[in-house]
């Protein structure tokens, strides 16, 4: 079993959609968890962290579910500019990183 | 400030020939850390460097892999006797302090085709 799971994609959406999506993580003492977002063929960068409590970042909502040990993100009134791979990362003593879901968010 | 830098950004080879890659991390970051994504993959860890402790070399795919950082700074990375299935990108990505939950700042990659 991969360490990081993630629906991979695309999620295919119009300008100012809502779109949501999760990955789950298979250990259970993971001490920090993050989302990066990697454009198409340039390096990850990070978006934001997750927080056990939630967190938001402008449109960007996180969610950490640690009894069902899955992270989610929201992300509300897309921008063409959101269209990019987000990869879900799961921190113990090393990041592991999952394989990302594609958001492609159309005019 | 200047961002994480890999050379080259591309390399060709043939299969059997040694590569080596490097990585300049941002100024003063300790950590420092190799991986590398295949097409369509998540990024798989390969190893960690952390100020003057011993490497954890733990994501090294086999005993052609190797890799090291000198005077805590610069760090290259050898491939020997390279094989197709090594062609991927590498990342290098450094971190101010060791904590996992320190930002990971990435360089744009090498580019690797292994003929």
């Known amino acids: 079993r991969k360490e990081v799971e993630q629906d991979p994609g695309p999620f295919n959406v119009p300008e100012g959609a809502t779109v949501a999506f999760n990955c789950t993580y298979s250990?259970?003492?993971?001490?920090?968890f993050f989302w990066y977002r990697q454009d198409c063929r340039k390096e990850p960068k990070l978006l934001m962290s997750?927080?056990?409590s939630g967190n938001e970042d402008g449109r960007f909502t996180a969610q950490l579910n640690r009894a069902s040990q899955y992270i989610s993100l929201l992300i509300r009134d897309s921008k063409l500019s959101d269209s990019a791979t987000y990869l879900c990362?799961?921190?113990?003593?090393?990041?592991?990183f999952g394989a990302g879901t594609t958001v492609t968010v159309r005019a | 400030g200047a961002g994480v830098s890999q050379s080259p950004s591309n390399k060709v080879t043939e299969k059997g020939k040694d590569v080596e890659l490097r990585c300049d991390p941002i100024s003063g970051h300790t950590a420092l850390y190799w991986y590398r994504q295949s097409l369509g993959q998540g990024l798989e860890f390969l190893i960690y460097f952390q100020g003057n402790s011993a490497p954890d070399k733990s994501g090294l795919p086999s005993d052609r892999f190797s890799a090291e950082r000198t005077g805590g700074s610069v760090s290259t990375l050898t491939i020997q006797r390279t094989q197709q299935e090594d062609s991927a990108v590498y990342l290098c990505?450094?971190?101010?302090?060791?904590?996992?939950?320190?930002?990971?700042?990435f360089g744009p990659g090498t580019r690797l085709t292994v003929l």
């Open positions: 990362v799961v921190a113990f003593y090393k990041l592991s």
């Open positions: 990505a450094s971190s101010s302090d060791r904590g996992p939950s320190n930002e990971q700042f």
């Open positions: 250990n259970s003492a993971s001490q920090s």
């Open positions: 997750v927080y056990s």
